[in-house]
């Protein structure tokens, strides 16, 4: 290409054209990279023993029956999260995305929709709500009735629906055990998640693959969770982890029988 060439190739409308693309998109990411986003960071949080303490308190607190002596565990797993109000920049989303260790979730699929200053309150009253309900259905499955037996569940801050199943496996083991004069767990670790109601059916809770994750860092083994969630379960699921979906709480109290009696188990 001749010197005379050059400036014409160098000022083509196509180059004009191309070079303004160019600066309209950096100038895109420059403003993005600055403008909150409506998303919330989240990564594995705590878990806690149903059928032990939480911050040294009693988890369950049951009257009107006789109790018995547990082993092993039964633990409910949480996700943490960035606050309601705070805002995710792009950069700082955009780093989450790669982080196994991290998710980034539209905020309005963690916190209740509304006012951000009521995500608390709103959080507090579903933990309640996952309390009754387990509590009903595990009263329910051991016919039981609730004029007698009193249950008290004591998880601090701990908000949301999800520790639903786990409480209502809680109940179960310490009034009943398998029904044979053993464990629930077989003396094993076993987490898991998922709401419940007052029949006993299990529902989806999300963030199943940082629970997982929680769940191994603290020494579950066996992890039960909603069988609509088996696919997103298997995302980064660490080794040790064996996932076992149930839809109601007779299926998750079947399979722990089958866990201990080496039967046929359900997997993802």
Known sequence: MSDTKLPKALTS???????????????????????????????????????????????????????????????????????????????????????????????DTVYPPGNPAKAEEQTAQQMVESQNSATAAALGYLHLSPDQVKVKVDLGDVGGPSAGQMLALGIIDKLAGDGKGGDLTGGLKIAGTGTIDDQGVIGAVGGVPLKTQAAARDGATVFLLPRDECTDAKVNTPGTLRLVPVGTLGEAVSALEALKSGGSVPGC
């Open 13 to 107: 409308p196509r180059t004009r054209a191309l070079t303004l693309c160019g600066v309209l998109v950096a100038a895109l990411f420059g403003v993005t990279a600055f403008v909150p986003l409506p998303y919330t960071l989240t990564w594995p949080g705590l878990t806690a023993d149903t059928l032990g303490t939480y911050q040294d308190k009693p988890v369950l607190t049951i009257t009107g029956a006789p109790l018995r002596a547990t082993e092993g565990e039964l633990r409910m797993v949480t996700i943490s999260a960035t606050n309601p109000g705070e805002k995710t920049g792009f950069w700082r989303a955009l780093r989450a995305w790669f982080d196994q260790d991290e998710a980034v979730r539209p905020t």
